[in-house]
């Protein structure tokens, strides 16, 4: 339920909820918050649990959006409300496919062009705010926030077989 209304809220359709820096990281951390059992079960029952856009993606679009860097206000709000308050399990690794803007953004125009009804978002709309969150998301794996990361380039494409065994190896 919170990511449909975060979502709503990014298309316009929440007032002004998508203004709100911290209005829109409650939502995505409530979201996780009620998959946080599902995730602790699927890391019981299997060796690999992948999750896109986790913690650190809210760290960093909030960070992003106020214009601080990896060790401002927000990301230390966001960690601790998710992990230390919500209890949400904090990742073995994180693994960050970093895509240059340019291409990100050409990308979203590609699917907004070829997807119906897959019109870009508030986020993606802004290419400023895009370029300073991938800033904040190279100083987040560079001081291995929550625990160490992987950056792949991903601009050329990741070649999972490789990497599985790169993370697992």
């Known amino acids: 339920m919170h990511a449909e209304l975060a979502r709503e809220a990014l298309y316009g359709r929440l007032g002004d909820l998508a203004g709100s820096v911290h209005g829109m990281a ?21 060796d690999v649990v992948l999750v896109d856009r986790y913690v650190a993606s809210n760290a960093a679009y909030g960070a992003a959006r106020l214009h601080q860097d990896a060790d401002g206000e927000l990301v230390a709000w966001v960690r601790a409300l998710e992990i230390d308050r919500f209890g949400i399990p904090a990742p073995d690794h994180q693994v960050l496919v970093a895509v240059p803007r340019a291409v990100a953004a050409a990308r979203a ?13 508030a986020y993606e709309s802004d290419a400023g705010l895009q370029e300073r969150t991938g800033a904040v998301y190279a100083q987040l794996a560079a001081r291995s926030w929550l625990s160490p990361w992987t950056v792949v380039d991903g601009a050329v494409g990741v070649d999972a077989g490789e990497l599985a065994g790169q993370l697992l190896g």
């Open 26 to 46: 409650l939502l995505f951390a409530l979201d996780r918050r009620d998959a946080a059992d599902g995730l602790r079960a699927a890391a019981a029952a299997h």
């Open 109 to 121: 125009e590609h699917r907004e062009r070829t997807e119906a009804g897959r019109a870009r978002d």
